[in-house]
């Protein structure tokens, strides 16, 4: 993730709404002129909206609120669901252009496999924004909406050390590491930033990693499967843990937590300190019961709105709107309005869902 100018990426924007204004008289190319680069279109346009599947909460809670902020925007919104299947989503990306969608926001069941429907989808006019996750190696796409990837793991990592030391007393601490569906830009980002923090706790010896699985192809967990997850758990337990405690575990979401959790549980080992992401119900109850240690708070609510501010900016013809981050995605440096992660534990939790209700009242 690289941190430029907000002059050089405004710039940028200039400079691509100047080409495409040039390149307005002799459009031989077939390529139309499209609202990212400030073309504009109609206020009942419709939207469409990509989601990998529907198996953790932000995601449900995306396809709402798309559906209400995009409706009370204006828009006709059409909002599709993959169930982790990678020609399923691009199929329903294709009938988004059939269907004359101005722009499609995608969150890539695969961030490498969107590139041709997507330079369809650009061929066509259609303006094009990641959410949530990176779209990769396409130039496809104008810009990412996410919560930091590489934050959200560093806060993760942190706040496991910090829970251990809260929890189990002195160290050195017996651990066992979790990472995400590596198909998913996130979860190699989520451990990246995860390790930036406890490898020099595993270098010094304060942290045991019992196992010895700390690359991330040992630690992913293939499609963000809770009960691959929990396969994985078991077997570490029994193989690694029959005459050891465990007292720590690293886990990228809530999903995955419960079901470590639940194998712990199901082993006879006390409870563990664990991670989580996405503040979900059942998780956000766990923690306001001292079972699970935390978990990472990033507002749906809040990534959405942003997604749809874009999306008005696009449909007044003014462009892309600045932002001084970006990322490199393989083919080009690509612009990332990016939001802040919250980690929460008993704590915090009142204050950070203050203005949840939904969120609030299971804190009871
Ligand atoms: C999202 C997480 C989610 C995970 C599995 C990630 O890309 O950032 O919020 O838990 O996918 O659905």
């Known amino acids: 993730m690289k941190r430029r100018s907000l002059s050089a990426v405004a710039l940028g924007v200039a400079a691509v709404t100047v080409l495409a204004a040039c390149s307005g008289g002799g459009r031989g190319s077939g390529e139309e002129e ?20 529907l198996g953790t909460q932000n995601w449900k809670e995306a396809q709402d609120l798309f559906k209400s902020q995009l409706e009370d925007a204006g828009f006709k919104a059409l909002i599709q669901a993959a169930d982790q299947k990678v020609p399923q989503q691009q199929q329903q990306i294709e009938s988004m252009i059939e269907q004359g ?7 890539p069941i695969d961030g490498t496999q969107l590139g041709s429907v997507l330079e369809k989808a650009k061929a066509a006019g259609i303006s094009v924004i ?8 396409t130039d496809a796409v104008d810009g990412i909406v996410q919560f ?19 929890e189990k007393g002195d160290g050195p601490y017996n651990i066992e590491l979790f990472g995400g569906g590596p198909a998913d830009p996130n979860a190699p980002s989520f451990y990246e930033g995860a390790m930036s923090v406890l490898q020099p706790k595993i270098d010094d010896g304060t942290l045991v990693v019992v196992s ?9 967990t293939a499609d963000w499967d809770n009960a691959k997850a929990q396969a994985r758990m078991d077997s570490l337990l029994s193989g690694f843990y029959a005459d050891k405690k465990i ?3 690293l886990s990228p979401n809530d999903g995955i937590a419960r079901a470590i959790l639940t194998s712990a549980n199901q082993a006879g080992q006390d409870v563990p300190v664990v991670t989580g992401l996405d503040a979900e119900n059942e998780s956000v109850s766990l923690v306001w019961a001292g079972t699970q240690w935390s978990t990472t708070h990033k507002p749906t609510v809040e990534l959405v709105a942003q997604t749809v501010d874009i999306i008005k900016s696009l449909q007044a013809g003014d462009g892309m709107p600045a932002t001084d981050v970006s990322a490199d995605n393989g083919k080009i440096e690509v612009p990332i309005y990016q939001l802040d992660p919250i980690i ?17 009242a299971l804190l009871k």
């Open 344 to 360: 929460v534990t008993k704590d915090n939790a009142k204050e950070v869902f203050a203005d949840d209700p939904a969120r609030l």
């Open 34 to 53: 499209t609202a990212a680069a400030g073309g504009g279109f109609a206020a009942d346009a419709t939207i469409g909206v990509a989601l990998p599947w």
């Open 212 to 220: 010895g699985q700390t690359d991330f192809t040992q630690a992913a």
């Open 247 to 249: 007292d720590g575990v």
């Open 148 to 166: 930091g990837s590489v934050r959200t793991g560093e806060l993760q990592g942190q706040s496991l050390l910090d829970g251990l030391k809260a």
């Open 101 to 107: 969608a101005k722009v499609i926001v995608a969150a």
């Open 130 to 137: 990641g959410y949530d996750r990176l779209i990769e190696n």
